[in-house]
């Protein structure tokens, strides 16, 4: 069995729910064949999340961390390739935290690229006939800042485990009174399956999932 770290957030910006984590029940409640998910919630909050994360993976021993974040206005499952060490809060967080322009890791390097691999990943939600795509930008919030102190982790602790980070859109019910895209948590588990499977694929594709801007 295949031991895999699933992580969400609580809700954030005065939202009562938040898709990540409900994602991440629904798998946990029904994983894929040979995975063996352990969900854990994790702060919306700059610094606890990432103690949070790093305690969730000290006690599972996990050889794969997914981290699973909501990003309203995208249409899709987003795989995240790049994590940035830069917070820079345009809102703050659930502890009234605001950074602007402060580094994830002090004097860490500048990104890490997910040790996932993203565009087997992406081509495994496709598959399942779901949307997804490659993104190459998890914001400046506390998803990115999870997301590097994740790889951060793995790159000077843990060179053996796979990680990265994964974006869904709002649930319907968030965004009843816009017209913004939205995915229903037990479509996004399942989307979530087909991408934890590819998960311990040994290698990635090699295929064309870059932009031009």
Request: glycine residues 6%; contains cysteine; aromatic residues 6%.
């Amino acid at each position: 069995m295949t031991r895999i770290l699933l992580t969400g957030f609580e809700p954030f910006d005065g939202a009562t729910r938040n898709p990540s984590w409900e994602a991440a029940r629904l798998v946990a409640d029904h994983p894929p064949a040979g995975l063996e998910v352990t969900p854990a919630r994790l702060s919306c909050v700059f610094g606890r999340a990432a103690d949070e994360l790093r305690a969730a993976v000290r006690d599972t021993d996990p050889d794969v961390v997914v981290c699973l974040g909501q990003a309203t206005g995208r249409p899709d499952v987003s795989v995240e390739r790049i994590a940035v060490n830069i917070d820079d809060a345009r809102i703050p967080d659930n502890a009234g935290r605001r950074p602007v322009d402060w580094p994830v890791v002090p004097g860490g390097p500048a990104a890490y690229f997910a040790t996932l691999p993203v565009k087997a990943c992406v081509a495994a939600v496709r598959a399942a006939g779901l949307p997804s795509s490659l993104s190459h930008t998890a914001g400046t919030f506390v998803c990115n800042h999870v997301f590097y102190a994740l790889m951060h982790l793995i790159a000077t602790e843990r060179p053996t485990t796979r990680g990265g980070f994964v974006h869904l859109p709002a649930l319907p019910e968030q965004v009843l009174d816009r017209a913004e895209p939205a995915l229903p948590a037990a479509t996004a588990a399942r989307a979530l399956r087909a991408l934890l499977t590819a998960s311990t694929r040994p290698t990635d594709l090699h295929t064309p999932e870059g932009t031009t801007h």
